[in-house]
């Protein structure tokens, strides 16, 4: 039997009564750990957080707090060995790709470090400058931002058990509110590791984080009004949290990054083998295979002006052939795994979904994988495909295959190019490629409102840019519609998903008295 591993809520260490779920190796097939969380007194849980936590997070200062998750930082940094370990074995990730959720966690943590630090030894905000609320000054209106007194709920994707805790955590732990995390249970290893990690530093005040790995069940019930919820997966599962009495009913904030049929637009003029062209190629490339495609920001949709779209097709498909997949402790592997024998079935569902609307330009589906048995590992070579027709191609923008595939699509005119990108309903990003400023602006002010975050590569920033699906802490991450409607990051930004904002009437010298 593996082990079995447990959970952390009411300050204590306790394991699930059930037999537990299983979690695999996706490559090997091996069985790594199970997690269970039948029989936990969750209520308990959600109270010892709220309270012990919550009053210990609150008791001090946003620079007190931004000094805890600096030393979360050195906690992480510490056991990173371990942390690649565990992607390896769980995720089936090879090392870049295991960097960008684990040191891109670590970043934004540190990140958040550092911008907590300038808000000073204060335990509210001030929200905007006072505004007399007659004609003299004598009565006036002063903004707060004051942190809820609730527990922040993250149910988390399986795509990203570091990052996807640390992004959301680093604010809500600034902000003064305890967290209970949820990792999807096919990668919890991750986040439990390092929840426990971190709890057996004894870096945070007890109830502060918590971490529950194994079935949702009862989760949403636990919630009252003061709590926050934030909700990482598929549009389906989103409905459902959506739809709960706790947000419904109870108010109970709720924050959504859903699925997203995220596109990249080669501008027109951009000829086969210019600087703007081949920067769209090898973005594409990266995007398609970085992480196997499970990203939620990869580019699904490439849209190009109708007369490159050949060109595009040959350019991006010799670059394809030249990736090799299998088993990421091969270090001559540039692509690991799926997550799963269950994702594989997916994603083959999604192509087969697609095909009847697609042509395929592109097919390493078929190639040997390296060091590993394809009756057993969850891997499967990148496919480009693509539609002539891209307005009839109604799926396309629809289905989202989460793996190593992407559609190509042909433009007749930007304005058809805008148009498509658009049909995704909302989406997290677009990237742009270009080398006329003037134009690109122009794009991105057209399609900012349908798109979280704009990208746009120049020939100028090619070594610059941060990367098309790379989400920074700098930078917003969310997106409207389709996407979920959900907004993180964004630097301090992020804070107000776990503040809420009031109003205090009173005279100067009562406003003064706040101390902010
Ligand atoms: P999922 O199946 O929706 O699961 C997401 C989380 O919800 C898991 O922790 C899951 O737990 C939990 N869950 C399942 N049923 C639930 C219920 N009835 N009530 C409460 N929680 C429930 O999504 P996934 O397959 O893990 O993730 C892939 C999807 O996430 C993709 O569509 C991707 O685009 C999206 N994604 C979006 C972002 C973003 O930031 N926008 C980031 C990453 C991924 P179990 O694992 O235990 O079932």
């Not at 269970?36 to 007194?41: F, I, K, Q, R, S």
């Not at 004609?135 to 903004?143: A, D, L, R, T, W």
């Not at 490159?308 to 270090?331: C, H, M, Q, T, W």
Request: net charge neutral.
């Amino acid at each position: 039997m593996t082990e079995l591993l447990p959970n952390y809520v009411a300050g204590r260490w306790q394991a699930g009564s059930g037999a537990g779920t299983p979690l695999f190796d996706p490559v090997l097939g091996t069985e790594l750990a199970r997690v269970d969380a039948t029989g936990l007194d969750l209520p308990e849980a959600f109270a010892f957080a709220r309270e012990q936590g919550g009053n210990a997070l609150r008791a001090l200062t946003y620079r007190q707090r931004a000094g805890l998750l600096g030393a979360i930082v050195k906690v992480l940094q510490a056991n990173r060995d371990a942390y690649y370990e565990i992607a390896t074995a769980n995720s089936g990730t090879v090392k870049n790709d295991s960097a960008v959720d684990i040191d891109g966690a670590i970043f934004t943590v540190g990140q958040y470090a550092k911008w907590g630090d300038t808000l000073g030894d204060v335990r509210a905000l001030r929200d905007g400058e006072a505004v007399k609320l007659g004609k003299e000054p004598v009565f006036q209106s002063q903004h707060l931002q004051v942190p809820t007194h609730g527990v922040a709920l993250f149910i988390n994707a399986f795509n990203f058990p570091s990052w996807g805790l640390w992004e959301k955590a680093a604010p809500a732990l600034l902000s003064g509110v305890p967290v209970i995390v949820k990792p999807a249970t096919a990668t919890a290893w991750l986040t439990q590791r390092m929840v426990r990690d971190v709890v057996d530093a004894g870096v945070l005040p007890a109830g502060a984080l918590s971490v529950v790995c194994g079935s949702s069940a009862g989760l949403m019930d636990a919630l009252q009004p003061f709590d926050v919820a934030s909700f990482t997966g598929s549009a389906e599962t989103a409905a459902i949290i959506r739809s709960h009495p706790a947000v419904a009913e109870r108010s109970v904030r709720v924050n959504i990054e859903a699925d997203s049929l995220n596109s990249a637009l080669l501008l027109p003029g951009a000829a086969p083998g210019s600087d703007a062209f081949n920067l769209l190629v090898r973005e594409v490339v990266r995007e398609m295979t970085v992480k196997s495609g499970q990203k939620c920001t990869a580019i699904r949709r490439i849209l190009v002006p109708a007369e490159v779209y050949d060109a595009a097709a040959e350019a991006i498909g010799a670059k394809l052939a030249g990736v090799s997949v299998g088993n990421p402790r091969n270090e001559s592997v540039r692509m690991g795994s799926l997550v799963s024998r269950a994702q594989l079935d997916a994603v083959r569902d999604g192509l087969d979904a697609l095909a009847s609307q697609t042509t395929v330009l592109h097919d390493s589906r078929n190639k040997p994988l390296v060091d590993a048995d394809p009756k057993v590992a969850a891997c499967i070579g990148p496919v480009l495909l693509g539609a002539r027709d891209a307005d009839a191609a109604q799926r396309v923008h629809d289905v989202e295959v989460f793996g190593p595939v992407a559609t190509l699509l042909p433009y007749r005119d930007l304005a058809h190019g805008m148009a498509l990108a658009h049909r995704g309903q909302g989406s997290l990003v677009t990237s742009l490629y270009g080398s006329d400023d003037a134009a690109l602006a122009q794009v991105a002010l057209s399609v900012a409102p349908s798109h979280g975050r704009v990208h746009v590569v120049t020939p100028e920033v090619a070594q610059a840019h941060t990367g098309h699906g790379n989400v920074m802490p700098m930078s917003l991450h969310g997106g409207p519609g389709r996407a979920g409607g959900g907004a993180e990051l964004g630097g301090l930004r992020a804070l107000d998903f776990y503040h809420r904002r009031s109003a205090v009437q009173a005279s100067p010298g009562v406003l003064a008295a706040l101390g902010l």
